[in-house]
């Protein structure tokens, strides 16, 4: 009986140290850490962007965003806006979005010279606005011009 406790106990820390180290996750917050991100990159190369802090143990009802492990995305959103939100997929990778209450405006790859030529002023976001950038393979963030 004592032996099948041990063995228990060391399966559960095993699957523990595993959901660890195989579904990452990855938290960005903007300047004033107001508003934050959570990248939560998932078995068999997929990848959950979801607004906000999540730490739950399974995929959100609402909310996200699912890619590819291999895409890079930016985020733009307006000063005290908390319910809007732009995104440009920058690599072209598969985007899903599953979003309720937050607005959306979704710019596709074919769309990257739109989302830039509507938000960016000579290379600098307009004003009023902050963007955080997001290279999922590499975890390269840039906020408002400034690697994170």
Known sequence: MKNIKWKFVF?????LGAFYFVEKRSFYYNKDKTECI?????LGGKCLV???KYIGLWKPSGEYLETTNKNSLTFV???????QLVICN???APVDLSF????VKYY?????EDFINTYYI????KVGYEYLSIDILENYVVLNGRKM
């Not at 959103?77 to 319910?83: A, G, I, S, V």
């Not at 309720?100 to 607005?103: A, P, Q």
């Open 108 to 112: 596709d790859y074919k769309q990257r």
């Open 122 to 125: 000579n290379h600098n976001i």
């Open 11 to 15: 399966l559960i820390v095993f699957l």
């Open 50 to 52: 979801i607004p906000g």
């Open 77 to 83: 959103w307006k000063r005290k806006m908390t319910d």
């Open 90 to 92: 920058n690599y072209g």
């Open 100 to 103: 309720k209450s937050y607005k």
């Open 38 to 42: 959570t990248i939560w990159k998932r």
